[in-house]
Nanobody, 121 residues
Framework: EVQLVESGGGLVQAGGSLRLSCAASGFPFDDYAIGWFRQAPGKERVGVSCITSRNNSTFYAHPVKGRFTISSDNAKNTVYLQMNDLKPADTDVYYC??????????????WGQGTQVTVSS
């Protein structure tokens, strides 16, 4: 059974930090791009960041470059998103996702349940 179990969301003040975790199981961790999308009410999911463990390649959307860092722990099959200098505009539901390729949301194979990130001003 494929699972992506997220944790680490919450409420934080602007300028603060959060770390999201995504524990993966049921598929070959090293062979998938794993990362995060965000979604606002009534809008489409938008890619934030991803990592491919096999070659340690990473992707960051422009609004989060320099503030967010993605990493993976292959021994734990877990991906982390360290979110620093958070802004109210970062407020959204964040979904962990995995796929053999990374791109638009429809291209991803597996999804977590989502975790709320709220940044107050």
């Amino acid at each position: 059974e494929v699972q992506l179990v997220e944790s680490g969301g919450g409420l934080v003040q602007a300028g603060g930090s959060l770390r999201l975790s995504c524990a993966a199981s049921g598929f070959p961790f090293d062979d998938y791009a794993i990362g995060w999308f965000r979604q606002a009410p009534g809008k489409e999911r938008v890619g934030v960041s991803c990592i491919t463990s096999r070659n340690n390649s990473t992707f960051y959307a422009h609004p989060v470059k320099g503030r967010f860092t993605i990493s993976s722990d292959n021994a734990k099959n877990t991906v982390y998103l360290q979110m620093n200098d958070l802004k109210p505009a970062d407020t959204d539901v964040y979904y962990c996702a995995a796929g053999t390729t990374w791109g638009e949301a429809a291209m991803l194979d597996y999804w977590g349940q989502g975790t709320q990130v709220t940044v107050s001003s």
